[in-house]
């Protein structure tokens, strides 16, 4: 791959295989996490991926050096704009005819940033940047002001945490802009916290509660012998949505099965079949107790729900269109009180990144 000035770029793809990933099915999500140490000790070594041998300036971060183009960065960043307009020493220190800014961030998540401005490929091909990398580039590109790499980053957070219903029926099966990985919910929760991207929480919370049993809630998820867990208020806004959740998917989606006592009638007033649907009502109504968060299905959609539950399937035909009309619309109305179950503003009033 060339950068703009025609010099190559060398990609390594060893460095950190958490830095891209096959598209996996939700439902099958796998582990791309790996960690990197380094030896402080260490003399700083040139990047395998960011040295551009045209490059006009080096990025010194930890034992790393990136050498890249100042027009590059300048664009990007006002940050480092205003920074090169500062005139530098005569005696400063450089590499190769370069001057050498040094900058308190961690190698892997500057070489992040810095292939999502340089490797077009890498960033916008057919595989998904993991949750490591995709946080990595928003907390730098936040940090020094890069408002187009910023935005574009937040897209890729907002196909999987979205703010509309349709949008989230849209995410449910398939990883659209990041790739998969079993603790990747509780990693996209923690960072929407740490940078208040408050429009991701809700369905990044909804996420974690319908995916992760309540030990996994509490105790975490391993990935490559690492255990990653959600902060302490991200635990508490969990373990407190789970509770919430459930009587408000019973109070919305699922509120046909919740008869007027103390007749508890079919669901419709037309049954064809008033004492087979009452038991299946029933029967189905036992599902959800004592199984929470594993029975937090009230944003499943319909198709979802019948496959997961058989005896809604063998209602009949008037209580059946019945209960999904209800399901429906139940389901809408959760959906507009979710930010409320992990105690965040409205949708309406929530700052949109």
């Known amino acids: ?119 077009g490929w890498w960033y916008y091909g057919l595989t998904l940047a993991g949750m490591g990398a995709i946080s990595a580039i928003l907390r730098i590109s936040r940090k020094y002001d890069c408002p187009n790499l910023c ?15 349709v949008e989230w029926d849209k995410s449910r099966d398939l990883w659209r802009g990041i790739a998969g990985s079993k603790g990747v919910d509780i990693q996209a929760v923690n960072l929407a916290a740490e ?25 975490g998820v391993e990935l490559d012998g690492k255990v990653v867990n959600l902060s302490p208020d991200a635990k508490m806004a969990c373990i407190s949505g789970v509770q919430k959740f459930a009587q408000a998917q019973l109070e919305h989606t699922f509120k046909w099965l919740v008869g007027s006592p103390p007749s508890n009638p079919p669901v419709s007033a037309a049954c064809s079949q008033p004492r087979t649907c009452l038991v299946l009502k029933l029967q189905t109504l036992a599902f959800f107790i004592g199984k929470t968060p594993k029975a937090l299905a009230g944003l499943n959609t319909w198709d ?9 399937s063998k209602l009949c035909s008037k209580c059946r269109a019945e209960a999904k009309d209800s399901f429906t619309e139940g389901r809408d109305a959760l959906w507009t009180s979710l930010p409320s179950l992990f105690g965040l503003p409205t949708w309406e009033d929530m700052k949109d990144e």
């Open 304 to 312: 979802e729900w019948i496959e997961k539950d058989t005896f809604t």
């Open 151 to 165: 935005r574009r980053t937040m897209a890729r957070l907002k196909l999987e945490y979205p703010k509309t219903l």
């Open 195 to 219: 940078l208040s991207l408050d429009m991701i929480l809700p369905a990044a919370y909804a996420a974690c509660i319908e995916t992760r049993s309540f030990d996994e809630l509490l105790r």
């Open 1 to 119: 791959m060339s950068s703009s000035g025609g010099s190559d770029i060398v990609v390594d793809n060893d460095r950190n295989p958490e830095l891209e990933s096959p598209r996996p099915s939700k439902r099958q999500k796998t582990d791309t996490t790996t960690t990197a140490t380094k030896d402080d000790s260490a003399l700083p070594s040139r990047s395998k991926n960011i040295w551009i041998d045209d490059g006009n300036v080096i990025l010194h971060a930890e034992q790393t050096l990136f050498r890249v183009h100042k027009s590059i960065l300048s664009r990007e960043s006002s940050v480092f704009d205003d920074m090169f307009k500062v005139p530098q020493p005569a005696n400063e220190p450089t590499i190769e005819g370069c001057p050498v800014i040094w900058i308190s961030d961690s190698d892997v998540e500057v070489e992040c940033f810095l292939r999502a401005l340089y490797d």
